[in-house]
């Protein structure tokens, strides 16, 4: 059974930073692509940061040079990390996996079928 697991979330003050990880398991495909999502109560789930199995890499306007997302492969960990934070990027953030294609935006939220559990980022100003 696929299974993703987020950890790193937690309170942090603006300006300040963390990393977020998303541990899968159980995948059998050897190809898939990752992205992480986030959503605040009310809005709909948002894309953030997503990577294709070749190693291309979105980014929302947003957080375009202050967040950076990467793999590794030998953990089968996803990683985001998340600098410069602004009380705006306060939201519960999920990763996402699904298998490799590029005929769909990594931030096509339906073309995932695996989701984790989600952890909370906490933004103070």
């Known amino acids: 059974q696929v299974q993703l697991v987020e950890s790193g979330g937690g309170s942090v003050q603006a300006g300040g930073s963390l990393r977020l990880s998303c541990a899968a398991s159980g995948y059998t495909q050897r190809q898939y692509d990752m992205s992480w999502f986030r959503q605040v109560p009310g809005k709909e789930r948002e894309g953030v940061a997503g990577?294709?199995?070749?190693?291309?890499?979105i980014y929302a306007a947003s957080v375009k040079g202050r967040f950076t997302i990467s793999k590794d492969n030998s953990k089968n960990t996803l990683y985001l990390q998340m600098n410069s934070l602004k009380p705006e990027d306060t939201a519960m953030y999920y990763c996402?996996?699904?298998?490799?294609?590029?005929?769909?935006?990594?931030?096509?939220?339906?073309?995932?079928?695996?989701w984790g559990q989600g952890t909370q980022v906490t933004v103070s100003s």
């Open positions: 990577l294709y199995s070749y190693g291309g890499t």
């Open positions: 996402a996996a699904r298998g490799s294609t590029l005929a769909r935006s990594l931030f096509v939220a339906g073309t995932f079928d695996t």
